[in-house]
């Protein structure tokens, strides 16, 4: 305890003693992030409530091969526009792009038109990587390794407040209202963040000689690793989550699916809010960076060979799926997020265009694609266990491999 009190008086006096400048940066972000989660709860339980009813929970890895497919297109013309324009620019034409696909989607999918389900739930699985690793590749790049160590767990905190609170209000109008006004509700959160992401630094990244891509020549080798590690982490969340999707079928309408991933997503938000609050201050001070990446792993699996007792049904997988994702927004996010910072300023918003926005997306999609073949429980029990345990294997490899990165 006394640990604890310790490490938040000195992340409060760390805030403090920061120029003007970067507590703008981080407030500006924080703010993003914490209207970004706030409003992704209801777009996301209407998005798949919609689709499920519509295709049924084995046609999810569609989603999410389509997902990719429409990313790597994203990621393309950003790159290519990164040398034009400001990075407030491009971040608030992709909100608002979003925007306007997403409720013309939930719009015809409510006249009938079952094929807006699928667009609305592929394009909210690409809109949330887009403004989340945008706003935090921003971020990375104008602020210092010390100053992130003190500030990613308060601004995952504050990210996952706003989850909770979005996914409590998610459950609450999809009782009441239903699935299509709490989409727009959804929806319309998601447009603040554009007056907010506004106040950025205008000339960031702007009208350079290379893309950001392009930077990365000479740390190739270190970029593979942390895509190495982004894959295996999301062959291990996805399963969980096409398990628990299955389960989902459980339950006879949109709007009951709806409501059960409003607390299912709450819950994840809970779990991440006391991990940033009571785990990451002590662990980044106490810890290697490395050693953190280890003990991730360790704790999935523990969760796994606790689930395959298979003793509460849906609720031993939704305790899984909860603590994967909550961790992964969590501790694992803000320990990757340490991994960009031996990188230049360019080189940082060159590695998260590949690793969290192409490679993110691209082992959901390989994962999918064996998920179309191969829908047994035994599988899917089998791929968790060998990916949890090769993630563990490299984890320890890059700690011993790049000690000095």
């Known amino acids: 305890m006394k640990s604890l009190i310790t490490a938040v008086k000195e992340i409060h006096h760390g805030f403090l003693s920061l120029s003007v400048s970067e507590r703008k940066n981080i407030f500006v972000v924080t703010l993003t992030l914490f209207l970004a989660f706030f409003s992704y709860p209801m777009i996301r339980s209407s998005a798949t409530a919609l689709f499920i009813d519509s295709y049924g929970a084995k046609s999810t890895p569609w989603i999410w091969l389509s997902s990719v497919m429409f990313l790597g297109i994203s990621v393309s013309i950003i790159n290519i526009l990164q040398t034009l324009y400001s990075i407030g620019a491009i971040f608030n034409t992709i909100v608002a792009t979003s925007i306007a696909l997403m409720g013309g989607a939930l719009i015809a999918s409510f006249n009938g038109v079952a094929f807006g389900s699928g667009v609305f739930a592929v394009w909210k699985e690409v809109y ?9 590749g921003y971020l990375n790049s104008v602020i210092n390794i010390k100053t992130a160590k003190l500030v990613y767990g308060p601004l995952g905190a504050l990210g996952s407040i706003g989850g909770v609170f979005g996914g409590l ?6 009782k009441n209202v239903g699935v299509f006004y709490a989409a727009s509700a959804g929806l319309f959160v998601l447009a603040l963040v554009i007056l907010i992401f506004s106040f950025t630094q205008k000339q960031f990244l702007e009208a350079k000689d290379k893309s950001p891509i392009t930077s990365l020549e000479g740390k190739k080798a270190y970029v593979f690793s942390i ?3 982004i894959i295996l982490s999301q062959f291990v969340i996805n399963l969980a989550n096409f398990k628990f999707n ?17 607390n299912i997503y709450s819950s994840i938000n809970i779990l991440s809010l006391v991990v940033q609050l009571l785990v990451i201050p002590i662990a980044f001070k106490y810890l290697k960076i490395p050693m953190v990446h280890i003990l991730v792993p360790v704790v999935f699996l523990v969760l796994i060979i606790l689930d395959r007792g298979q003793f509460l049904g849906l609720l031993g997988t939704a305790i899984l799926f909860v603590g994967f994702k909550g961790l ?4 694992f996010s803000a320990a990757k997020e340490m991994l960009y910072f031996p990188l230049t300023q360019k080189q940082k918003y060159g590695a998260k265009y590949i690793v969290d926005m192409i490679v993110y997306r691209a082992s959901k999609m390989g994962i ?6 191969f829908t047994s429980l035994a599988f899917t029990q089998n791929m968790l266990l060998i990916s949890v345990l090769l993630w563990i294997s490299l984890a320890s490899f890059m700690a011993y491999k790049f000690r000095s990165a």
Do not use: N, P, Q, R
């Open 246 to 262: 299955l389960g989902l079928e459980v339950f006879d309408s949109a709007d009951a699916k709806g409501a059960y991933l409003g």
């Open 128 to 136: 949330i990587i887009l403004v989340v690793h945008l706003s935090l």
């Open 169 to 174: 209000l998610t459950t609450t109008l999809m």
């Open 368 to 373: 999918s694609a064996l998920l179309l073949v």
């Open 227 to 229: 895509c190495g590690l």
């Open 328 to 331: 992964d927004y969590s501790i």
